[in-house]
């Protein structure tokens, strides 16, 4: 999902949301903390009920957030289909008053 939203963005010369960035380390690190408590879990049995609510709750930041980056790919392509030229970029060429090309 993410490189497909990547792949969206670039398509359509998008630059990144900071929130989005923001939304997306915090995932990253619930995840590591769920990792790093299902370890020590391991050999410390007290751990086992935190370490599956801190799996659920983990989940559940990486389920929404891959919800919202398939709306957010849904609505752009959408978008695009409705203003296919407002994103494209034209880029003049700049040619010097006197330039002259060799022949």
Do not use: G, W
Request: aromatic residues 8%; glycine residues 0%.
């Amino acid at each position: 999902m993410s490189s497909s939203r990547l792949y969206s963005m670039d398509k359509h010369s998008l630059a990144n949301d900071e929130c989005d960035n923001r939304m997306i380390r915090f995932s990253n690190c619930l995840q590591m903390l769920a990792c790093i408590c299902n370890i020590l879990a391991i050999f410390i049995d007290p751990l086992r009920e935190l370490a599956r609510i801190l799996n659920l709750i983990a989940d559940i930041v990486f389920y929404s957030m891959m919800a919202c980056m398939s709306a957010q790919i849904h609505n752009e392509e959408e978008y695009q289909k409705t203003n296919p030229n407002k994103n494209q970029q034209t880029q003049a060429q700049y040619v010097e008053p006197n330039y002259k090309p060799n022949m």
